[in-house]
């Protein structure tokens, strides 16, 4: 690629930046937003037993990670809001998301001044191509790059342990001494810790990367390798906060994530024949390339997955994505012929600018409708609200009655819900509870079976649409009306 099409490549990307750091400010409630900040709120309050996040009861939380615990540790000796420390906190995995990407990159180019140069273009048009090139179809999931799904899952875990995972792939290739190997298995612990499913696509890299090192890795760095694998798995089993390996025996994930094999054309037509040759290109030099090896474990458990109905297995598919992402924009520089090199390049540069048109909603967040155009405010999709117009009268610790839309977005603020608004692995009485919040709001409930799920679980208010609740009936004194004519309903002790 030529000086100007650098140039272009490295400030198309510090715009980028920009633009999602002022999406940082407006922070656009969509997703998991809710638990992150209710598991910062409840570690705020009690760094030591913090209890299930979303409903008042003694039970561990797989929320509960080596990052959230930073935050709330933060939260408590700063005093800071739960959202500004979440904004704080997706500054901070930005930056270890951009840093990692500079670090990884940089182990497949040469040092010196022309190395320098190469450097900073080709993370620059990395970083483009793992945030555009995807496809047409929009993908929002914790976990995947593209901006519309970064855009609102920047404060969330599974950003920072993506940062962190190209942080452990650059340190596999460096690696050499004893503590090397015994970083990186800190390092893979806390991954795996802090999003699960980050962790796993973090483990087929790092597993890429060991396999294509060349020279082929000697019997020491086996040993090493070895004793930081073991020190990972002792965090792992020593975590306090939660079992990590009782992960395992859970189940009930399966049919949320059967979305993540439909549409996979419109979703990927971008980066599949793109990153597809460049990964080509690689492997036609090296066919232990650790890029194509990463991007084959990935298709392979993604394939799986799909086969055998284990639609979770889904959530493998940044480890088939991120490496044809990085290798298309390695080759534009690392391709030995400058054809291939001009051609690549042109190609990519046109795929970035069908992708970012693809995205352009994200503009939406930033901007007021008003003043974008049409066609771009056609994309854009409106946040959820948030529930801060029920703080003024309900307090942390109050249990709140509600639907599942509301419950995941009310413990944020504070106060528990009944049931779960996200899977709670857990919660020994998840079920029972849903029944609870369905009998409640079942219309030909009586008023007593009523008045008994308020009692069972101590509930102090109700959250409801008009008709929803037993407006007028007996214990439910309506206090406030929130967006979309919500309704916030006091239960009467008398």
């Known amino acids: 690629m030529r000086v100007a099409g650098s140039r272009t490549a490295r400030g198309a990307a510090l715009l980028l930046l920009v633009?999602?750091?002022?999406?940082?400010?407006?922070?656009?409630?969509?997703?998991?937003?809710?638990?992150?900040?209710?598991?910062?709120e409840r570690l705020r309050h009690d760094l030591?037993?913090?209890?299930?996040?979303?409903?008042?009861?003694?039970?561990?939380?797989?929320?509960?990670?080596?990052?959230?615990?930073?935050?709330?540790?933060?939260?408590?000796?700063?005093?800071?809001?739960?959202?500004?420390?979440l904004r704080g906190a997706a500054l901070v995995s930005l930056a270890v998301l951009v840093t990692g990407v500079w670090a990884f990159v940089g182990t497949f180019l040469e040092a010196g001044a022309a190395g320098r140069w190469r450097r900073s273009a080709a993370v620059a048009l990395v970083l483009l191509s793992l945030v555009l090139l995807w496809g047409t179809t929009?993908?929002?999931?914790?976990?995947?790059?593209?901006?519309?799904?970064?855009?609102?899952?920047?404060?969330?875990?599974?950003?920072?342990?993506?940062?962190?995972?190209?942080?452990?792939?650059?340190?596999?290739?460096?690696?050499?001494?004893?503590?090397?190997?015994?970083?990186?298995?800190?390092?893979?612990?806390?991954?795996?810790l802090s999003h699960q499913f980050t962790g796993v696509v973090a483990s087929l890299g790092a597993l890429a990367m060991v396999l294509g090192a060349r020279p082929w890795p000697g019997r020491a760095a086996w040993v090493r390798l070895a004793a930081g694998l073991a020190l990972g798995l002792a965090l792992l089993a020593l975590w306090p906060y939660y079992s990590f390996f009782g992960l395992f025996g859970i189940g009930?994930?399966?049919?949320?994530?059967?979305?993540?094999?439909?549409?996979?054309?419109?979703?990927?037509?971008?980066?599949?024949?793109?990153?597809?040759?460049?990964?080509?290109?690689?492997?036609?030099?090296?066919?232990?390339?650790?890029?194509?090896?990463?991007?084959?474990?990935?298709?392979?458990?993604?394939?799986?997955?799909?086969?055998?109905?284990?639609?979770?297995?889904?959530?493998?598919?940044?480890?088939?994505?991120?490496?044809a992402q990085v290798a298309a924009g390695l080759e534009v520089f690392c391709a030995p012929r400058r054809a291939v090199r001009v051609t690549l390049g042109w190609v990519v540069a046109g795929a970035l600018l069908v992708g970012a048109w693809a995205q352009c909603g994200v503009l939406g967040h930033v901007l007021p409708r008003s003043a974008l155009p049409a066609v771009v405010a056609d994309r854009y999709r409106e946040p959820w609200p948030g529930y801060h117009w029920i703080t003024p009268w309900v307090k942390y610790g109050d249990v709140v009655l509600a639907k599942k839309w509301p419950a995941r977005q009310i413990p944020a603020y504070?106060?528990?819900?009944?049931a779960p608004g996200y899977p709670d692995f857990f919660l020994d009485d998840e079920e029972e509870r849903a029944a609870a919040v369905r009998t409640y709001f079942a219309p030909d409930t009586s008023d007593r079976r009523r008045a008994d799920v308020l009692r069972r679980y101590g509930v102090g208010w109700v959250v409801a649409y008009p008709g929803e609740a037993p407006e007028g009936g007996p214990a439910l004194e309506k206090v406030a009306v929130g967006p979309r004519g919500q309704l916030l309903y006091r239960v009467s002790r008398r």
């Open 48 to 85: 030591l037993d913090p209890g299930d996040p979303l409903v008042a009861a003694d039970a561990p939380s797989p929320y509960y990670t080596p990052w959230t615990l930073l935050l709330g540790c933060a939260a408590k000796v700063t005093g800071l809001g739960v959202f500004v420390v």
């Open 19 to 40: 633009l999602l750091v002022a999406v940082v400010v407006r922070l656009p409630w969509a997703g998991d937003l809710g638990v992150h900040a209710a598991t910062v």
């Open 252 to 323: 009930g994930l399966e049919e949320i994530h059967r979305s993540l094999y439909r549409s996979l054309p419109g979703r990927f037509w971008l980066v599949a024949p793109v990153g597809g040759a460049a990964l080509a290109l690689r492997w036609r030099r090296d066919r232990r390339d650790p890029l194509v090896l990463c991007c084959v474990f990935g298709a392979v458990v993604f394939a799986a997955g799909g086969l055998s109905g284990h639609w979770s297995w889904g959530r493998v598919l940044p480890a088939v994505l991120i490496p």
């Open 138 to 192: 929009l993908l929002d999931w914790s976990g995947f790059l593209g901006l519309n799904s970064l855009a609102l899952t920047v404060s969330y875990p599974s950003t920072f342990a993506l940062g962190a995972a190209f942080w452990l792939w650059a340190l596999l290739r460096r690696a050499t001494a004893w503590p090397h190997f015994l970083w990186a298995g800190v390092l893979w612990a806390v991954i795996l």
């Open 414 to 418: 504070g106060p528990y819900t009944v």
